[in-house]
């Protein structure tokens, strides 16, 4: 029986609304679960919050004395302390009217909003994956995927773990080009600069694809938090903090691939993971966007847009589990891939890919959480980049020979990698105060005892001989 224009529209909300219930309910159990963490445990809002008091009580948020003195200020007596000054001034401005609360009721609302960036990531990246009638079950369908299928959720939920926002406003730039929709796709990404740098990789593919109306507003929108900042903490510790923070992450290494190696097969995918993956990964949104024509260009722009965010997400989860939250988006742009179109095996195949991967790393129960998420985010990445395969004019003959340059470049220093071994030495022992220290760690550990070391020899952005808090001019 052939069914009617309505009949079908009708079948498609009533699909809907039976996923729009799967993702509240299993919306509710992932809120619900974010007390395993207490709330003096939440070590990853903890920073936002302080810096947020400290713009209140007119000091200077990129200086970790200014921390320490609102901490101790508001007689706070949290179990895991982190006084870090590695986000940028402009967090705590944007945080400053939230931090008039107590710890307590800031980190409630803190919660909330990171809950609705985890969802809003699923939701945004999955309806960016389909156009038309398929959006109804795409988005909730993208939402079932962040709040179900994505490993640690509800510990970085419980630690209040920014990165979840970030992908929030990473989603919304994806829907936002995946629909012409230039004004929120700029804006978006420029918030997402305001709360860390890394969202900025995002304004590549725009540019590259000249969509101007999408990078004006990202200036607009960008020029007036940068203002707003400025006009609470002084211009030069911004930008001090900026570089500092810069510099430091350029000194990071993950410990799986140094002091306590992994097994080989993944030092070499580990080493991939960076500037080999970041060069093949700059280098396909350039050619693609850049080659796309008006009517190609929406989908590439998504397309480039994921493998941008799953190269971040990966890259960074190699140092820190909870950083590849920003897979998010990515993996529900990938996931829900085969309902685009017409229904291929290939990218079910694809798709596939990324859950024989999560069960191949549980078969190697000697890979840490950061490797495991590193082949998590590679999978993503390799099925959007086949996306943008799909999506995109094909690749001239110098881009396919740059590419294999590239690959084969990558191959060779990855293989070098792996022969060189650890290549910095064991720990002495477990634990913050045997942690080498650079310019982005060091203040913080457990228990209000070990909340600052002043002999630390290389410091956070902003820290120095321990300073009284700088009042801002």
């Not at 996923?19 to 395993?36: A, D, N, S």
């Not at 959006?135 to 510990?155: C, N, Q, R, S, Y």
């Not at 773990?161 to 796709?185: D, E, F, K, P, T």
């Not at 590549?204 to 960008?222: D, F, K, Q, T, Y």
Request: net charge neutral; glycine share 14%.
């Amino acid at each position: 029986m052939t069914q009617t224009p309505i009949q079908r529209r009708a079948l498609l909300l009533g699909l809907a609304a039976v996923l729009w219930i799967g993702v509240g309910l299993r919306t509710q159990v992932v809120w619900e679960k974010r007390t395993k963490v207490h709330e003096s445990l939440a070590s990853d809002a903890l920073p936002i919050y302080l810096a947020g008091a400290a713009v209140l009580d007119g000091h200077d948020p990129t200086q970790a004395a200014s921390l320490i003195d609102a901490y101790e200020r508001r007689g706070m007596g949290t179990g895991a302390l982190f006084f870090s000054t590695l986000y940028p001034a402009s967090v705590g401005v944007m945080a400053a009217p939230l931090a008039q609360q107590s710890w307590v009721d800031f980190l409630g609302l803190w919660r909330f909003l990171v809950l609705l960036g985890a969802l809003g990531a699923g939701v945004a990246g999955g309806a960016a994956a389909v156009r038309g009638p398929a959006t109804w079950i795409a988005a909730p369908l993208g939402g079932l995927v962040a709040m179900a299928g994505f490993p640690l959720l509800e510990k970085s939920l419980g630690l209040g773990q920014a990165n979840l926002i970030i992908a929030g406003l990473v989603g919304l730039c994806m829907l936002g080009l995946s629909r012409g929709w230039g004004i929120l796709a700029g804006s978006a990404a420029a918030v997402g600069v305001a709360v860390k740098l890394v969202p900025g990789l995002l304004f590549w593919p725009m540019l590259a694809g000249r969509s101007w109306r999408a990078i004006i507003a990202g200036i607009v929108v960008g020029g007036a938090l940068a203002g707003w900042t400025i006009s609470e903490v002084p211009i030069d510790q911004v930008w001090s903090g900026i570089m500092g923070t810069i510099h430091f992450q350029q000194g990071v290494f993950p410990d799986w691939m140094n002091r306590h190696p992994a097994p080989d097969w993944m030092i070499f995918l580990g080493a991939l993971r960076g500037l080999p993956m970041g060069a093949m990964t700059l280098g396909a949104i350039g050619v693609c966007c850049w080659r796309a024509d008006p009517a190609q260009l929406p989908a590439v722009l998504t397309a480039s847009a994921a493998i941008a965010t799953a190269w971040l997400a990966t890259h960074a989860a190699a140092v820190g589990v909870f950083y590849g939250t920003l897979l998010l988006p990515a993996l529900a742009y990938a996931a829900l891939w085969p309902i685009s179109g017409a229904l291929h095996l290939r990218r079910l195949a694809w798709v596939a890919l990324i859950g024989l991967v999560q069960i191949g790393a549980a078969l190697h129960p000697e890979l840490a959480e950061e490797p495991r998420m590193v082949l998590y985010g590679m999978a993503v990445w390799l099925v959007c980049t086949m996306r943008l395969a799909e999506v995109a004019p094909p690749m001239p003959r110098w881009g396919r020979m740059a590419a294999a340059a590239v690959i084969g470049a990558g191959l060779v220093m990855a293989g070098v990698r792996v022969t060189q071994g650890p290549i910095l030495p064991p720990m002495p022992e477990d634990g913050m105060d045997a942690m080498p220290q650079g310019h982005g760690a060091g203040v913080g550990g457990v228990g209000p005892e070990r909340n600052w070391n002043p002999d630390m020899p290389q410091r956070m952005p902003g820290q120095g001989e321990a300073p009284p808090p700088q009042k801002r001019d």
